[in-house]
């Protein structure tokens, strides 16, 4: 079900080339708050961002909080413990 909502989340992903020295590609999940990263490539950058996103889901579901649904795919307030 985690996997399935990753997957979802990254198929929504914007990402924009910025004029930054070092990481010049940055992503985020558009309705995911605080769900970015940046990366010298692309391709880095995505990696970045599904680490990060993969991160962000694992602490919600630890603290109980709600995670938004995606395209009908919905982890709700599951929790999980450390």
């Known amino acids: 079900m985690i996997r399935a909502y990753i997957d979802t ?3 929504h992903a914007h990402y924009e080339l910025i004029d930054q020295p070092g990481d ?15 990366g010298s490539s692309l391709e880095e ?6 680490d990060a996103l993969d991160a962000w889901v694992a602490l919600g579901l630890q603290l109980g909080h ?3 649904p ?3 795919v919905a982890l ?7």
């Open 76 to 82: 709700g307030r599951l929790r999980v413990s450390a």
């Open 24 to 38: 010049p590609y940055c992503g985020e999940i558009p309705g995911l708050d605080g769900v970015m990263a940046c």
């Open 45 to 50: 950058c995505r990696a970045n961002l599904e």
């Open 66 to 68: 709600e995670i938004p």
């Open 9 to 11: 989340a990254m198929k």
């Open 70 to 72: 995606i395209d009908g």
